[in-house]
Antibody, heavy 120, light 106 residues
């Protein structure tokens, strides 16, 4: 069973850089994609990007210039980095993936989310 | 980018109704459409994938359908536990995009 858990800083300052880690278990990062999704308070889900099993990445068009997704397969970790933070980047940041490589296009495994507050 | 227009934004339903939530894609996405349920303070959970297939453990009162670029999620005789926010997601092409969400109250 795939499990995912996010670890984030909790509070960051505006203009600084956010780093959130996703630690996965139950699968190899080289077999599955890991996605990042965020949810601002009271708002909907916003897909941020993905790192695929071959290490290639895709990003949200509006946030592409500020985002980076990387990984360390030896530690089963995926990292989301976002620079030039604004207060409206305050959100819960989720990593998500899937339990079956056949269903690579659905998200049936989610972490519990990391709450991040951006404050000036 | 593919836009997913979801409606309604919110609805209140009785336990005897059939609830219908729709998502319209701005272009063709084949059946790369999934539905998720989110309860307060919780992570989203997969309900339906391939537009019509129920995820494991999802009650049969949930169903999905497709007509062209319009997708629907139906809940027959919803239960109180079905209250929450529902989202569609297109995974036909990157960037993936979610619908705006539908808040269901029972």
């Amino acid at each position: 069973q795939v499990q995912m858990k996010e670890t984030g800083p909790g509070l960051v300052q505006t203009t600084q850089t956010l780093s959130v880690a996703c630690t996965v278990s139950g699968f190899s990062l080289s077999s599955y994609g890991v996605h990042w999704i965020r949810q601002a308070p009271g708002k909907g889900l916003d897909w941020l990007g993905v790192i695929w099993g071959d290490g290639n990445t895709n990003y949200n068009s509006a946030l592409r210039s500020r985002l980076s997704i990387s990984w360390d397969p030896s530690k089963s970790q995926v990292f989301l980095t976002m620079n030039s933070l604004h207060t409206d980047d305050t959100a819960v940041y989720y990593c998500a993936g899937n339990n079956s490589p056949r269903l690579w296009y659905v998200l049936d495994a989610w972490g519990q989310g990391a709450s991040v507050t951006v404050s000036s | 980018d593919i836009q997913m227009t979801q409606s309604p934004a919110s609805l209140s339903a009785s336990l005897e109704e059939v609830v219908t939530i729709t998502c319209k894609a701005s272009q063709g996405i084949d059946d790369y459409l999934s539905w998720y349920q989110q309860k307060p303070g919780k992570s989203p959970q997969l309900l339906i994938y391939d537009a019509t297939n129920l995820a494991d453990g999802v009650p049969s009162r949930f169903s999905g359908s497709r007509s062209g670029t319009q997708f629907s999620l139906k809940i027959r005789r919803p239960q109180v536990d079905d209250s929450g926010i529902y989202y569609c997601l297109q995974s036909f092409s990157t960037p993936w995009t979610f619908g705006g969400g539908t808040k269901l109250e029972l």
